[in-house]
């Protein structure tokens, strides 16, 4: 018997597929979910508005363009305050829960010891979520109807992408507080990118997508203090061909942090990062074949 989970977030994620695809790049914002259903309101001591700290509002309308570029561009429909697709399958913190975790359950991660696990006991300012303890089969739910099946389709994605192309490209699209990128000592960072210090992608790729940004006026960083989690970790296999890079986006730059409102530069960043993708594809086309890239 299906979860009324399944019903509360239909469809729990959205693929936008080009007309055919024509390069070796999948787009993926799985932090873009923004449906709160009352169920999750009504368990959680947060209103919205303080849930939605932890979301990367619009990011899947930044990157809305990709597939008339001929790339497929996958997004959640569900809050990262919910289920958190950039953690391991079962990273759940034990005092969460009602009832005894399986034993295959990751308990001791850092991210769960952050509060942050798949299931996250707090937003990103720290405040407590839920009100009570959840029941176990809740988490497996969740796990089992919404990560799962968005993972499933990810992987096919970059995996008929590499059948297609003889390599892939996934670029995972997030954004970032403001306040993460603070620096005394100079300008702050416009946009992260994160290649988990050089083992996620080949050097080209992240050279490309640093010197289109920065043609454009932006305030690049790589791996500090973002370097990539478990998407990036897990699907950037360089030596098969197979690419990932992070890119965080400082939310500051295109909306109000605290009324969560677009500001007007919304769309030049939205074009901006489809003229500098385009600047990477043309360069990618220029200088890698597919055995260079996939060598690196």
């Not at 729990?12 to 932090?31: G, M």
């Not at 391991?88 to 991660?109: H, K, Q």
């Not at 499933?152 to 970032?176: E, K, N, P």
Request: with cysteine.
């Amino acid at each position: 018997m299906r979860p009324a989970i399944v019903d509360e977030f239909d469809p729990p994620f959205v693929l936008s597929e080009p007309t055919a695809q024509t390069i070796p790049f999948v787009f993926n914002a799985p932090h873009a979910g923004a449906v709160y259903p009352a169920s999750f309101l009504a368990a959680s001591r947060l209103d919205a508005v303080a849930l939605r700290r932890s979301e990367d509002a619009y990011v899947d309308e930044l990157f809305a363009s990709v597939p008339e570029l001929g790339a497929p561009l996958m997004a959640a429909r569900f809050p990262r305050a919910y289920l958190d697709l950039n953690r391991e399958p079962y990273e759940l913190d034990s005092r969460m829960f009602d009832g005894r975790l399986p034993p295959f359950v990751n308990t001791r991660s850092m991210r769960v010891a952050g509060g942050l696990g798949t299931i996250p006991r707090i937003v990103a300012d720290g405040q407590e979520i839920y009100h009570s303890r959840l029941a176990v089969d809740e988490a497996l739910h969740r796990i089992e109807w919404l990560y799962k099946p968005y993972h499933r389709t990810l992987r096919q994605l970059v995996r008929r992408t590499a059948d297609l192309f003889g390599h892939a490209i996934l670029i995972d699209c997030h954004s970032m507080p403001s306040s993460s990128v603070s620096r005394d000592d100079g300008p702050k960072a416009d946009i992260v990118l994160g290649d988990r210090y050089g083992t996620s992608c080949a050097g080209l790729l992240i050279d490309f997508v640093e010197a289109a940004l920065r043609g454009r006026g932006y305030t690049v960083v790589r791996n500090k203090p973002y370097a990539g989690g478990f998407i990036t970790e897990h699907y950037g296999e360089p030596a098969l061909g197979r690419h990932a890079l992070q890119v965080e986006i400082n939310r500051a730059l295109y909306m109000d942090e605290r009324s969560m409102g677009k500001k007007p530069g919304f769309a030049t960043l939205a074009d901006d990062l489809s003229q500098a993708f385009i600047q990477v594809i043309a360069d990618l086309e220029g200088e890698l074949t597919t055995r260079r890239i996939a060598a690196e």
